[in-house]
């Protein structure tokens, strides 16, 4: 009754790596059970450093209904200055809670399981968004795990990409992006060092930077056409997301923390440039707009974890790949 796993990395990945259609396919049921309100999502807590303002971490504890069944939480982390040390930026880990007992019954690391419930998610809304899994040019602000793992799902999704620019600040970290897209996913790909280039033509875009607040501004950036995923939340300043038809994965938690849309919010003193979320364009209770750029920012649901984490606990656990810890809790009978 009282059992607890621990889950690792690169088990994770392992068992992501062999299942990111079925993924994709929790994410989509995740969301319309959130929809449906079967699910509790507080806000994220945010702990923050005075002595490192571009560091976090961040709680996001979630109950997720149905199948599931489950309760938990993601302490992640987001330590940017750990990648001039070669040393990636993000680190996490997931509590899974028995419904019934509220007890933990596993522990899995969560890093992988964030990429992969983030990039399932962009992708979703890509062929959400889009109607199709073809794309003349996609464009990739960003080369490192979260938009690795995009392009992975993106492939798995088998999503024809006829030309797949890369775009970085440090053309190094492009160049090798691009390299791993061309050799290991057969992706046509290219590093394009102006952003505004690696922009302009380019039917769908894709931000997973680290950026804390907006560098792209100029309201003519994208055009009708033009869809973007706005994965890193705070790349687009508030006068393209006025400009544009909005999507989020959850209004009111994509609203808080200086995200682009809630800059925009605080700019305009309203919210009417939102037209809904993924969920709803699923249903099709709301049409994708041709007269302006499309723009999805999903703030990044806990309950998004928990249908992954969960996926990866019973997976390992019937595959015989979960860590047993049988004397975990030191008391479990009431005298």
């Not at 049921?29 to 490192?52: I, M, Q, W």
Request: charged share 20%; net charge negative; with cysteine.
């Amino acid at each position: 009754m009282f059992e607890f796993s621990v889950i690792g990395g690169r088990t994770a990945r392992d068992i992501i790596g062999r299942s990111r259609k079925q993924i994709v396919e929790e994410v989509r049921a995740t969301y319309l059970a959130h929809e449906d309100g079967d699910s509790v999502n507080p806000n994220s807590y945010f702990l923050r450093f005075p002595d490192k303002p571009d560091s976090r971490i961040i709680a996001l504890p979630a109950y997720l209904g149905g199948e599931h069944n489950v309760a938990g939480i993601k302490w992640i982390s987001s330590f940017p200055g750990n990648i001039k040390n070669k040393v990636p930026r993000a680190s996490a880990a997931l509590l899974l809670n028995d419904y019934e007992t509220g007890y933990p019954f596993a522990c899995l690391e969560a890093s992988q399981i964030s990429a992969a419930r983030t990039a399932a998610s962009a992708v979703l809304a890509a062929e959400e968004l889009t109607g199709r899994s073809t794309t003349k040019r996609l464009t990739i602000v960003g080369a490192g795990i979260i938009a690795r793992n995009i392009l992975e799902f993106f492939h798995a999704q088998e999503w024809q990409i006829d030309d797949l620019v890369i775009h970085d600040r440090i053309p190094a970290y492009g160049q090798a992006f691009a390299d791993y897209a061309a050799g290991e996913l057969d992706y046509p790909a290219r590093v394009e060092e102006n952003l505004d280039t690696a922009i302009t033509g380019a039917d769908l875009v894709v931000f997973a930077t680290t950026a804390g607040e907006p560098y792209v501004l100029d309201p003519d950036t994208f055009v009708p056409g033009q869809t973007v995923l706005n994965v890193s939340l705070r790349d687009i300043g508030p006068e393209i997301i006025a400009g544009a038809q909005n999507i989020l994965d959850d209004i009111g938690h994509c609203m808080t923390a200086n995200t682009s849309p809630h800059l925009a919010e605080q700019k305009y003193g309203h919210r009417d440039f939102i037209d809904g979320t993924l969920a709803q364009v699923i249903r099709g209770t709301v049409e994708i707009a041709t007269d302006r750029p499309v723009i999805f920012s999903p703030f990044g649901l806990g309950v998004l974890d928990l249908a992954v984490g969960t996926h990866v606990y019973r997976t390992a656990k019937e595959s015989g790949e979960a860590v047993e810890i049988s004397d975990f809790f030191g008391e479990t009978q009431r005298w």
